[in-house]
């Protein structure tokens, strides 16, 4: 079965830096688009970024453009996220998800992924 297992969540302080890494398997990663998202506790899930099957396609929410950078791995069956000049406020559970149906434009909602990993826990200290 396809799993997604994401790991490097931590404690920092704020203007930090930090990447969590996504390891997936049970699927033919190079063609599946990825995304990352976050969530805080009794909020919406929200979009960070999303990657190209390739890698060549990046996209990010406003907020977080020029501080996180997503990369990935397609030898490894990896997907990554570098979070620079961290916040409190970017304290979220850090998801990844994985969408095999190809699409033209960039997918920023929950229901464009068809699988998700758990998550790992980032928190930023003022």
């Known amino acids: 079965q396809v799993q997604l297992v994401e790991s490097g969540g931590g404690l920092v302080q704020a203007g930090d830096s930090l990447r969590v890494s996504c390891a997936a398997s049970?699927?033919?990663?190079?063609?599946?688009?990825m995304g990352w998202f976050r969530q805080a506790p009794g909020k919406e899930r929200e979009f960070v970024a999303t990657?190209?099957?390739?890698?060549?396609?990046?996209y990010y929410a406003d907020s977080m453009k020029g501080r996180f950078t997503i990369s990935r791995d397609n030898a490894k069956n990896t997907v990554y996220l570098q979070m620079n000049s961290l916040k409190p406020e970017d304290t979220d559970i850090y998801c990844c998800?994985?969408?095999?149906?190809?699409?033209?434009?960039?997918?920023?909602?929950?229901?464009?992924?068809?699988?998700w990993g758990q998550g790992t826990q980032v928190t930023v200290s003022s």
């Open positions: 049970g699927l033919s990663f190079s063609d599946y688009t």
């Open positions: 998800a994985a969408r095999g149906a190809f699409s033209a434009s960039f997918k920023t909602e929950i229901h464009d992924y068809e699988y």
């Open positions: 990657i190209s099957r390739g890698g060549s396609n990046t």
